[in-house]
């Protein structure tokens, strides 16, 4: 099969350069299952905008298929019905291949990484210290905490850039461990800091904090147990990403010796109509 040709084969199902691509449930399904896993799935909050994720994006040798290909995800993605479409966080190299099927910048991120030469130590007094959120039977949080999670999180980013549930699940089980501190005062979650780590890397994978409460220490505190959770599973380091024009986070990531890297991460999107 030459590049370029592809078969019909029958409702909801095409196969395009060998590849399977299937709409699971309405407008949801894989695009590509080659060198990288590439799904795609409603966006947050916004149904007619396509969220397509693609496995490894974050790293910078990664690459993505021949343009045909990559124009044959626009066609299938379009065909589901959706009117626009916007990726994960993507290294240099699979961003610039999505340019040159018209992806744009919608945005920029930093990616800091933080050694740890010896243990993390922070005098967080016991009485407001953040804890570990308990799962239950089967790895699982409770319906009542992973909502009260997702409020917290649209106010912190807003209806923009917000978690839903899928999302949060997906964060969850990007890496081999995690783990979810939570702040809480008066009875509610002042702000969260979900956690993971795969071999010797940590990541802090998502930091919200109510807006009433910026600047009041939470979001340093949870920072402070995140590492010190990163560094008792075994990391020698820990990376986080953050916008480029978020000058709070950075300048607080940087108060805990996070250093920039040599590459950021841009999300990139596209109009289809």
């Given amino acids: ?92 190299t699979p961003a610039a291949a999505l340019r040159t099927v018209g992806f744009i910048t919608a945005q ?54 917000c978690l839903d549930r899928e999302a949060l699940r997906d964060a969850f089980t990007a890496t081999r461990r995690s783990r979810i501190l939570v702040s809480r005062s008066h009875g509610r979650i002042d702000g969260f800091v979900l956690v993971g780590a795969t071999g010797s890397t940590g990541f802090i994978q998502r930091l919200a904090v109510q807006p009433d409460v910026r600047r009041s220490g939470v979001a340093s505190r949870l920072v402070a147990s995140a590492l010190q959770w990163s560094h008792k599973v075994g990391c020698s380091v820990t990376v986080v990403n953050t916008e480029v024009s978020n000058s709070a986070a950075i300048g607080l990531y940087r108060s805990f010796d996070f250093e920039e890297m040599e590459h950021g991460l841009q999300v990139l999107e596209r109009d289809l109509t």
């Fill in 1 to 92: 099969m030459g590049i370029g040709d592809h078969i019909e084969s029958g409702h909801g199902k095409t196969t395009v350069f060998g590849v399977s691509l299937t709409a699971r449930s309405p407008r949801s399904g894989v695009v590509w299952s080659g060198a990288s896993s590439v799904r795609v799935r409603p966006w947050p909050l916004t149904p007619d905008r396509a969220f397509l994720l693609i496995t490894g994006s974050h790293g910078p040798d990664l690459e993505l298929p021949h343009p045909d290909i990559l124009g044959e995800w626009v066609r299938t993605i379009s065909s589901w019905g959706y009117r626009s479409v916007r990726t994960t966080a993507l290294a240099p």
């Fill in 108 to 161: 920029d991120l930093v990616l800091l990484k933080r050694t740890h030469y010896a243990p993390p130590t922070y005098d967080i007094p016991a009485d407001i210290a953040p804890r570990t959120v308990r799962r239950l039977p089967g790895h699982r949080y409770s319906a009542t905490v992973l909502n009260e999670l997702l409020q917290l999180d649209r106010a912190a980013f807003g209806d923009e850039w």
